[in-house]
């Protein structure tokens, strides 16, 4: 089976603190993905990856980035947290060879204090 | 304006029956798939069933199935035999263009929260 995994299930951070979300997918997708999900507002492309250090902006990029050095490994940051910024954030990978679906990890969900 | 549309912020359903789960779409791609994901409260998200722009018939998995109607652009979601564990949110996506051709990235519905009765 897929395996989507991010790092941490709860994490607490202060304002102005530099937040990374970590993300690996052990199918080798080419694709991958950082959504932000909020009640009421479904889930929200952050931003994506097509390809080792190639990255997209997605419906919400601001007050973020993100990392692709290795192909199994999506990285999101905050550069400095803030409070808007708590939520559920999830990961995905695909594989536009073969898939149609995407796979999603268990979600990280962060609280900016 | 919404790509996606789900009116149903909560329901109840009694188990063992039937529930419908509304979902429409809005594109101008004619090649798109649209999806349905189920997330319990652990958070994370299942996929549940696919349905492809171009499909004849209506996708069927289990005792899930889409109830895709082209002209209208609705793709329900028909849970039969409603289950205790069925209970949970559940999100309609579209993924615009051919899966090769496009981004590859799914537009999200604001969700249906599904509670089985009992």
């Known amino acids: 089976d897929v395996k989507v995994t991010q790092s941490s299930r709860y994490l607490v951070k202060r304002t102005g603190e530099k937040v990374f979300l970590e993300c690996v997918q052990d199918m080798d997708h080419e694709n991958m993905f950082w959504y932000r999900q909020d009640p009421g507002l479904g889930l929200r492309l952050i931003y994506f990856s097509y390809d080792v250090k190639m990255k997209e902006k997605g419906d919400i990029p601001e007050g973020y980035s993100v990392s692709r050095e290795k192909k199994e490994r999506f990285s999101l940051i905050l550069e400095s947290a803030s409070t808007n910024q708590t939520s559920m954030y999830l990961c995905?990978?695909?594989?536009?060879?073969?898939?149609?679906?995407?796979?999603f990890g268990s979600g990280t969900q962060l609280s900016v204090l | 304006a919404q790509k996606i549309t789900q009116t149903q912020p909560g329901m109840f359903v009694q188990e063992k029956e039937a529930v419908t789960l509304d979902c429409t779409y809005d594109?101008?791609?004619?090649?798109?798939?649209l999806f349905w994901y189920k997330q319990p409260s652990s958070g994370e998200m299942i996929f549940l069933i696919y349905q492809g722009s171009y499909d004849q018939q209506n996708a069927t998995e289990g005792r899930y199935s889409l109830n895709f109607q082209k002209a209208r652009k609705s793709a329900n979601l028909v849970i039969s035999a409603s289950q205790l564990g069925d209970s949970a949110m559940y999100f309609c996506?579209?993924?615009?263009?051919?899966?090769?051709?496009?981004?590859?990235?799914?537009?999200f519905g604001k969700g249906t929260k599904l509670s089985v009765k009992p």
């Open positions: 995905a990978s695909g594989d536009p060879a073969t898939n149609e679906k995407l796979f």
């Open positions: 996506a579209m993924r615009e263009g051919s899966y090769g051709g496009s981004q590859g990235n799914l537009i």
């Open positions: 594109t101008s791609d004619p090649s798109y798939g």
